[in-house]
């Protein structure tokens, strides 16, 4: 039974790189503690409110809220499913369909909702194009070309940023295009291939690349404004405040920067190579390879927790205040853990072999997974769905 769940994740890790179909729920522009409700309760067991069946040959997934921190999604009664190449726009409610989208293409990005508008990037046989459609109707409203040849399935990065739209390819490619009309702002090439996900501040993006390297540009214009070598590849980064970077490597180191300086603040080592640095109120939450989730001291990076689960963390920890939403990928089970120490408060437990394929998401008042045998919407209120 391992042997075979480990071929399953091994499947699974193979289909991320060569199938990238995206559901996506995500926060316009807010911060998590105003994405959740006060009243969410974790502690008592969570009631099922519907479930959407899929074909389990067919993968998608959920995506975050466009390479922040956070797994949220605007507070909006729709969920925005995407299959090979086509968008399909669901009620959260009670996940029945709204509209059909044929994109021409297959999606290689998350997608990023604005009030009115779905942003996403295709790859077609021309190439990569940018699209931005009508949330209402599905309908494309204006589309652009991006320079550059397609890069297999690889994953294209997106942030809406005020009045432009910032666009990084894995080939370290970056455009910012008018929100507006698609019109190019700027071009910037890193020369190098990116080895984790860019982390977005206010003005500024950052990121590790095939190269070794560090590299902070700016939103404004696309100019370098922080390059450095390091020792090993940087595989996970987060920006901590304006002036303070953290990333993690290769080999399971953690180093925190100060910008302003560029000195380095502290520096720890962990078992393995880093996967996600994930900031909280309480402090950094870090999963590596060695299948361990903890959470560091921003200030000095002292370890003020370790816990270690039967699978690797392939999605992002979601976390809801002072807790954290953990799955794994060896088993089915969904684990609720405080923030403060650590201790599982409460858990899931789906179907042996209904393996997670994506990150957990909010919305509103209810907690959604993404798994290979569909989606499943449950409720963060005592009272349960009907509350919702």
């Known amino acids: 039974m391992r042997k075979l769940k480990k071929n399953v994740y091994k499947i699974f890790r193979v289909t991320y790189f060569f199938t990238i179909l995206f559901f996506n729920l995500i926060l316009h522009a807010q911060s998590l503690s105003q994405s959740v409700p006060a009243n969410i309760s974790l502690i008592h067991p969570l009631q099922q409110c519907w479930k959407s069946k899929i074909n389990p040959t067919v993968s998608y997934f959920f995506g975050s809220d466009n390479g922040s921190e956070f797994n949220t999604i605007l507070s909006e009664n729709s969920l925005l499913p995407s299959f090979n190449q086509r968008l399909e726009q669901l009620d959260s409610k009670d996940g029945h369909r709204i509209w059909i989208s044929e994109l021409d293409g297959k999606i290689v990005s998350k997608l990023f909702i604005t009030e009115k508008e779905i942003l996403l990037v295709v790859k077609t046989d021309e190439g990569y194009i940018f699209k931005n459609i009508s949330k209402i109707t599905g309908i494309v409203n204006w589309k652009a070309k ?211 394929i994506n990150n957990v998401v909010v919305e509103r008042r209810l907690i959604i997974f993404s798994n290979t045998l569909g989606i499943t919407a449950y409720s963060l209120l005592p009272g349960g769905c009907k509350d919702n």
């Not at 190269?211 to 595989?235: A, H, P, Q, W, Y």
């Not at 903890?294 to 039967?310: A, D, E, H, I, T």
């Open 146 to 356: 991006l320079d550059g040849s397609p890069l297999g399935d690889d994953e294209v990065f997106l942030r809406l940023l005020a009045d432009r739209i910032i666009i990084i390819n894995q080939n370290g490619d970056c455009y910012a295009l008018n929100k507006e009309n698609g019109e190019f702002l700027w071009k910037a090439q890193t020369g190098a291939k990116l080895t984790s996900q860019p982390a977005f501040g206010e003005n500024t993006v950052a990121f590790g690349n095939a190269d070794r390297k560090l590299v902070m540009i700016s939103v404004v214009d696309g100019t370098k404004i922080v390059e450095f070598k390091t020792k090993n590849l940087i595989t996970a980064i987060a920006l901590q405040t304006p002036a303070q970077l953290v990333y993690g490597d290769k080999k399971g180191n953690i180093f925190a920067m100060d910008l302003k300086t560029d000195n380095k603040i502290w520096e720890i080592r962990q078992g393995a190579e880093i996967s996600d640095i994930n900031p909280s109120r309480i402090g950094l939450l870090v999963s590596s390879f060695d299948n361990f989730v903890y959470l560091l001291s921003p200030n000095s990076g002292k370890v003020l927790w370790k816990k270690r689960f039967p699978g690797r963390i392939l999605y992002k920890p979601l976390i809801l205040d002072k807790y954290a939403v953990v799955t794994n990928s060896y088993d089915s089970n969904v684990a609720f853990i405080d923030l403060k120490d650590g201790r599982t408060i409460n858990r899931l437990v789906f179907e042996e072999g209904n393996y997670f």
